[in-house]
């Protein structure tokens, strides 16, 4: 867990991409430039044909690079040939982690350095075998709250590691943020029951969405300007505008 420790030393920067879009080409060269870039942790989306935790942006995304033949296996073959310090995640849907195959995609993880699994469609009753799965190997699983989580955090965190996705609105990817007086709470909340670090996602999309969300969390993810900004701009490019949106 030494990478999540230090991506959150001063605040981590985080993105998203959708693995193979625009291309899996473009995924390799934007990883294998990220020690250069301003993040401090990428997530990498698997694609899916029913990503139900997305929005517009994302779920076209992943449905072309699906349609493009990438899978969970191309995915892995690809992050075998990159080199990055940085700390990387799955989001991946947990259907895409069954059909797999639970072990051999939890050892595949761990063979080319992902550092944790981020499960949208996963509850809390059923993740118990593969957290245990997942902590013998040294690999995060990644729990979500959100405003309506209520008095489940509590059991939701028991079998957290790597930090706590802490969802700011009550729809998908890209969706309008819940009131901040109300997030605040919730990271407040969060805070009290678990000693994680607490990184803020959905409906970010500006440098002053980061600003604000940076003074009560301790991390800000940023993922839908990211993968449409990724469809017409370069590598180079697109780390120019993470620049200047986590600046």
Same mark, same amino acid.
């Given at each position: 867990?030494?990478?999540?420790?230090?991506?959150?030393?001063?605040?981590?920067?985080?993105? =998203?991409?959708?693995?193979? %879009?625009?291309?899996?080409? =473009?995924?390799?060269?934007?990883?294998?430039?990220? /020690?250069?870039?301003?993040?401090?942790?990428?997530? *990498?989306?698997? @694609? =899916?044909?029913?990503?139900?935790? /997305?929005?517009?942006?994302?779920?076209?995304?992943?449905?072309?690079?699906?349609?493009?033949?990438?899978?969970? $296996?191309?995915? +892995? /073959?690809?992050?075998?040939?990159?080199?990055?310090?940085?700390?990387?995640?799955?989001?991946? %849907? =947990?259907?895409?982690?069954?059909? %797999?195959? &639970?072990?051999?995609? *939890?050892? /595949?993880?761990?063979?080319?350095?992902?550092?944790?699994?981020?499960?949208?469609?996963?509850?809390?009753? &059923?993740?118990?075998?593969?957290?245990?799965?997942?902590?013998?190997?040294?690999?995060?699983?990644?729990?979500?709250?959100?405003?309506?989580?209520?008095? $489940?955090?509590?059991?939701?965190?028991?079998?957290?590691?790597?930090?706590? %996705?802490?969802?700011?609105?009550?729809?998908?990817?890209?969706?309008?943020?819940? @009131?901040?007086? $109300?997030?605040?709470?919730?990271?407040?909340? *969060?805070?009290?029951?678990?000693?994680? @670090? #607490?990184?803020?996602? +959905?409906? #970010?999309?500006?440098?002053?969405? #980061?600003? $604000?969300?940076?003074?009560?969390?301790?991390?800000?993810?940023?993922?839908?300007?990211?993968?449409?900004?990724?469809?017409?701009?370069?590598?180079?490019?697109?780390?120019?505008?993470?620049?200047?949106?986590?600046?």
């Amino acid at each position: 867990m030494d990478k999540f420790k230090k991506a959150f030393k001063n605040g981590a920067n985080i993105g =998203y991409l959708v693995a193979g %879009y625009p291309s899996l080409e =473009y995924t390799k060269e934007f990883l294998n430039a990220l /020690d250069n870039s301003a993040l401090d942790l990428l997530e *990498i989306g698997i @694609p =899916y044909s029913d990503p139900i935790a /997305d929005g517009p942006v994302i779920r076209d995304a992943s449905f072309e690079a699906v349609n493009s033949g990438v899978n969970a $296996r191309a995915v +892995f /073959d690809m992050l075998g040939s990159v080199k990055t310090t940085k700390c990387l995640v799955f989001l991946v %849907y =947990y259907n895409t982690i069954f059909s %797999y195959g &639970e072990d051999k995609f *939890i050892a /595949d993880c761990a063979k080319v350095g992902i550092g944790g699994l981020i499960i949208p469609d996963l509850p809390f009753e &059923e993740n118990c075998s593969l957290a245990k799965k997942c902590a013998k190997l040294g690999i995060a699983l990644v729990p979500l709250i959100s405003v309506t989580t209520g008095h $489940r955090a509590k059991k939701i965190l028991k079998h957290a590691s790597g930090f706590v %996705y802490m969802i700011a609105s009550l729809g998908v990817t890209g969706s309008k943020q819940s @009131p901040e007086d $109300r997030l605040k709470e919730l990271a407040k909340n *969060i805070k009290k029951i678990s000693s994680l @670090p #607490v990184a803020v996602g +959905f409906g #970010v999309r500006s440098n002053e969405d #980061v600003k $604000r969300l940076r003074s009560f969390c301790d991390g800000v993810i940023m993922g839908t300007v990211l993968v449409q900004a990724s469809k017409n701009k370069s590598v180079s490019k697109l780390n120019a505008l993470i620049s200047k949106l986590f600046a």
